[in-house]
């Protein structure tokens, strides 16, 4: 299968050293001990980065800064979507100013032409989801790409910076980078350039740092909107600073899709529900038979359930060794593997779900505000 990686279209197996090379990223290599804490960040999932020294340096020295961050409102919120939400929720807890935007202007041009379905799906399924894993959406700047705020002044220079960017930018650069792009396409990676660099305006935080969290799929918008910051002479732009996670595997191989249930957990689905999926697809890393896997061992790194551990499922990383070392040796099985996962996804969709139906009720006066 041939590989693609972009924001509209992520297929193929990814070779994430290529990816570095092929998109001029940094490996991650320094961590603060601070950074260590986030399990994303010590495991090597968060795995390359452009100018993170600066949010160091920021958070190191108690300096302000934004991390910037957008949803894409088209389906099930599911286990995939939680990497970014641990990442906003881990910067949040530091002190840095969190600002979300539902990129449902995107999400018209490119996937679906409900908005209303786009909205509803925007609350339902991501912003009480990331109430409910711990965000305080008090401290966010939380808006859609479609109404950026009440305040005018606001809203008016967001929409002006969106629009003057367009002028810096041209189609043969515009198609270099995304490939075979639609005019609606280009206006909604303009309109994330403007997503990305807005809170360095007057209007909202003033120059500071910004750190934006996202998949390597998303780097087409973070190298759209590094070159048009330094090209506006209008505003003196501090350069964006990025991370790159790499994807957690759908269920049966490939990255987990909202538009194929086979493919992932969401977190509203049942206990047993995320149990019948995980019996049923979950690609296995072990061998055909008892006895060959008792004596050849497992794969755990194309194994879906040791992955899903290893990105989250198991926060304690001497037990995450013990069960790649055991199931590499054949002393631990498919199943038992399986049921590990299991049991652990089973205990933490109780308790969440028990946590959106407190964060359900927060949500309605939140979204009177904005």
């Known amino acids: 299968m041939q590989t693609a990686v972009n924001p509209w279209e992520v297929k193929g197996n990814i070779d994430y050293d290529k990816l570095i090379k092929e998109f001029g990223l940094k490996p991650l290599q320094y961590l603060p001990k601070v950074f260590q804490k986030l399990l994303l960040f010590r495991r090597g999932i968060v795995f390359a980065q452009r100018d993170f020294s600066r949010i160091v340096e920021a958070i190191e020295n108690k300096?302000?800064?934004?991390?910037?961050?957008?949803?894409m409102p088209s389906g099930k919120f599911h286990f995939g979507h939680k990497m970014v939400a641990d990442q906003i929720i881990f910067y949040q807890s530091l002190g840095v100013k969190v600002y979300v935007t539902v990129a449902d202007i995107e999400a018209y041009n490119s996937r679906m032409q409900d908005m209303k379905q786009l909205r509803e799906t925007a609350i339902r399924e991501y912003l009480t989801n990331y109430a409910a894993l711990g965000l305080d959406l008090n401290?966010?700047?939380f808006y859609f790409q479609s109404k950026r705020s009440v305040d005018g002044e606001k809203a008016s220079a967001y929409y002006s910076l969106a629009n003057m960017l367009a002028r810096h930018v041209t189609f043969n650069e515009m198609k270099a980078i995304y490939g075979e792009i639609s005019p609606g396409k280009m206006s909604s990676a303009l309109l994330q350039a403007a997503d990305m660099l807005h809170p360095q305006l007057p209007e909202f935080e003033g120059i500071c740092p910004v750190i934006v969290p996202v998949g390597a799929d998303q780097d087409p918008h973070l190298r759209l909107a590094r070159d048009v910051s330094q090209r506006i002479k209008e505003f003196k732009f501090l350069q964006l600073s990025s991370?790159?996670?790499?994807?957690?595997p759908g269920l049966s191989g490939g990255k987990m899709s909202s538009?194929?249930?086979?493919s992932y957990i969401a977190l509203t689905d049942t206990p047993e529900e995320a149990a019948r999926k995980i019996r049923k697809y979950a690609f296995s890393g072990g061998q055909a038979t008892l006895e060959e896997h008792r004596k050849l061992g497992g794969n755990?790194?194309?194994d879906v359930a040791f992955q899903m551990l290893k990105y989250g499922m198991e926060s304690d990383d001497a037990k995450l060794e013990k069960i790649y070392a055991d199931y590499k040796s054949g002393k631990l099985l498919s199943g038992e593997?399986?049921?590990?996962?299991?049991?652990?996804i089973t205990l933490f969709l109780k308790e969440h779900q028990e946590k959106r139906k407190k964060a359900e009720k927060s949500i309605e006066k939140f979204m009177a505000k904005i």
């Open 63 to 71: 300096k302000s800064l934004v991390m910037m961050t957008g949803l």
């Open 139 to 141: 401290k966010c700047d």
């Open 243 to 248: 991370t790159y996670h790499k994807f957690l």
């Open 259 to 262: 538009s194929d249930e086979t």
């Open 300 to 302: 755990p790194d194309v």
């Open 337 to 344: 593997l399986k049921q590990m996962l299991i049991e652990r």
